[in-house]
């Protein structure tokens, strides 16, 4: 059997299961079929299937030296090639026929756990393991050793002397429920969301680039850097922006866009490390700019037990902010540097061309949200509509083989995405089961200082450590089970604690030594790592102080329903980043001194603490400091000081 065989041989098999799937989701979103223990048995069998057909199919497209298609690069040829092979057909006959096991014995699983009979108990073992292995071809070591050693701490946890970390002696089989035999728990835990809220947006999602939003978004930048001084960021802030914010994904995010991005602001005077800088923080704003979040708001309404809907719209105002400081610094930067504008050609046909079909089909989708309808329904007509108003799209129309292409590609993400889903349930699981994060909150507050700002940076320390590495709802749910109860406790509301913690998750992708987002940008700009990490600090410096304001100004998190309290909250956080970013990069309206832009620096740390409640007279301090450093460069603009001084 030749490769291109064996290809073809996992392609059609992982098409046939990722349409039957679709249709058998399509079903239940317009609630045909019943949401049980079934029905999601049926869900983790179909994506179990499709990652392990997946499994094979790229390594056939390694030795065949097929382009990954999300990097457009060729696959590396990595070591142990037969090995992996032969790992990914025994992971896929595993999963194959362990979930087929708990499928049809569903209803028995559910009612007489957790007395479970030996035959069960096998399969549980193959379940557990098969996801496993399968996590770790998809997901990496570093996620398949947390999932394991939190299953290992549930079988073990009572070995251990220290009072914090203790727990109960379990039996075997009350633990297999608890991990997922029982249907109802476990891999089960965020299996549901992964079924019912995101599977048809994220094919949506992919349907929407296989249109041509992702030129078009990039058109609209141009559009913008036309008119701004450094403007070919304006495709990176703006195109990566809304991309992000449909995709969801930093590092897949500054892949796709960053391989246009980057090389344009390297042409029109960007430094490399600053150019991959600007496209890692842009594509990270989309896992805090609804609607998708990462995928974490749909997991953080489940944990408040709130609609979708309501937990994306609190999330409205503090995104639009984190861009509009990655705005401010690019700009700060800019007119230091002297870059000028964007003169690339525009293709305004291309924008008015596909503008309605990402317009109404968006639409579309929010207000079925709006609507409280199911973000399974509102992702599906979305799709819908997408499909049919591409075909008036003239010569911008797709082709039905990029069409094919996308929804290829759809299912390839929803696929990847549902197992991370699958595979992390065992981690909250056993964080609660074992009551680990209640123990952890009362540690923090028992040994940590009374004060809650000092709280609250400690939370924001033990935030991006935990965060390092993981795939965004990863970090955040095990950030989100250690730290929340820590933070109610110490009076933070539970929407604003639970996104505190999320934001610095989502943070952790941009703060070294691992910074995913930022190494894969470096790659592209072809610049230093640690280079690249510095210039993406700065620029995140002006959205840092965004979760502590939202806690002290809980405003800020209510939209839709806005009064006018929000005014002097944003008015603070928009002179706080602008005092960040003129510290940080050293003009205003001329290029400042060392001096200068240490003053502005502390008058940007003034307004951070009168930001938090820690005195009114820092926030006039801010205010003095910053106005005197802005007269003074007006006066001395035609004057200012040497380029050795600045």
């Excluded at 141009?222 to 991309?243: E, F, N, Y």
């Excluded at 910053?626 to 460069?633: D, F, G, H, L, S």
Aim: glycine content about 8%.
């Amino acid at each position: 059997m030749t490769w291109k065989t064996l290809r073809r041989a996992s392609d059609i098999p992982f098409l046939i299961v990722g349409t039957s799937l679709t249709a058998y989701i399509g079903f239940a979103a317009f609630g045909f079929i019943r949401n049980s223990s079934e029905h999601y048995s049926n869900f983790i069998l179909g994506i179990v299937l499709m990652t392990g057909f997946l499994a094979i199919r790229n390594l056939c497209d390694e030795r065949l030296g097929i382009p990954d298609p999300e990097t457009g690069r060729q696959r590396p040829r990595k070591p142990l090639f037969w090995p992996r092979l032969v790992f990914a057909f025994v992971a896929l006959a595993m999963s194959s026929v362990a979930m087929t096991y708990v499928r049809y014995n569903a209803v028995h699983l559910e009612t007489t756990q957790p007395f479970f009979g030996r035959t069960d108990m096998i399969f549980g073992w193959l379940m557990t393991i098969s996801i496993l292995m399968l996590t770790l071809i998809h997901w990496g070591w570093l996620l398949t050793s947390v999932v394991s050693i939190a299953i290992a701490y549930f079988f073990f946890g009572h070995m251990i002397q220290n009072p914090l970390f203790i727990t109960p002696k379990y039996s075997a089989e009350f633990i297999m429920n608890y991990i997922g035999l029982g249907t109802n728990q476990g891999f089960y835990y965020l299996a549901q969301v992964a079924a019912d809220s995101i599977y048809f947006l994220i094919i949506y999602a992919a349907i929407l680039l296989g249109v041509g939003m992702l030129d078009m978004v990039l058109e609209l930048g141009k559009a913008t850097g036309r008119k701004v001084p450094g403007g070919a960021a304006g495709p990176a802030l703006i195109g990566s922006g809304i991309v992000s914010s449909i995709m969801g994904q930093a590092v897949s995010n500054v892949v796709l866009t960053g391989r246009l991005t980057v090389p344009m602001m390297v042409r029109y005077g960007y430094r490399r490390p600053m150019a991959g800088a600007i496209e890692a923080t842009a594509s990270t704003a989309g896992q805090i700019m609804p609607p998708i979040l990462g995928l974490a708001a749909f997991i953080i309404a489940g944990f408040l037990n709130r609609p979708y809907i309501d937990v994306a719209l609190s999330a409205m105002l503090p995104g639009l902010l984190y861009l509009v400081g990655v705005g401010i610094a690019i700009f700060v930067y800019a007119k230091r540097n002297e870059l000028p504008r964007l003169t690339a050609k525009l293709d305004a046909g291309m924008i008015w061309r596909l503008l309605p079909t990402f317009v109404l089909s968006f639409g579309v989708v929010l207000w079925l949200l709006l609507g409280y309808r199911s973000p399974a329904i509102a992702g599906l007509w979305g799709i819908v509509v997408a499909l049919g108003l591409c075909v008036f799209q003239g010569k911008y129309r797709p082709s039905l083989r990029k069409l094919y292409g996308a929804v290829s590609e759809g299912f390839l993400l929803v696929a990847i995405l549902s197992l991370l889903l699958i595979a992390i349930g065992p981690l909250g699981q056993v964080m609660l089961t074992t009551n680990l994060s209640g123990r952890l909150g009362s540690v923090l507050v028992e040994y940590l200082p009374d004060n809650q700002l000092l709280l609250l940076l400690g939370a924001m320390v033990v935030s991006l450590i935990l965060g390092m590495g993981l795939p965004t709802p990863v970090a955040y749910i095990i950030v989100a089970l250690a730290l929340v109860p820590f933070m109610q406790q110490i009076g933070v509301p539970a929407l604003q604690a639970h996104f505190f913690v999320f934001y610095f998750a989502v943070f952790s992708t941009l703060s070294p030594p691992v910074a995913v987002s930022v190494l894969a940008a470096a790659k592209l700009a072809n610049s230093s790592f640690l280079q690249t990490a510095g210039e993406s600090l700065k620029i995140a410096m002006t959205t840092f102080i965004i979760p502590f304001a939202f806690v002290y100004s809980p405003e800020l998190m209510a939209f839709p329903n806005l009064t006018w309290h929000v005014v002097p909250a944003l008015f603070q956080v928009l002179l706080i980043q602008w005092s960040v970013s003129v510290a940080a990069y050293g003009h205003v309206f001329r290029n400042l001194a060392r001096w200068e832009r240490g003053a502005m620096g502390i008058a940007a740390l003034c307004g951070f603490l009168g930001m938090t409640d820690q005195g009114d007279w820092f926030l006039a301090s801010q205010l003095v400091l910053a106005t005197a450093i802005v007269v003074i460069a007006f006066a001395t603009r035609e004057s200012g000081p040497s380029e050795l001084q600045s």
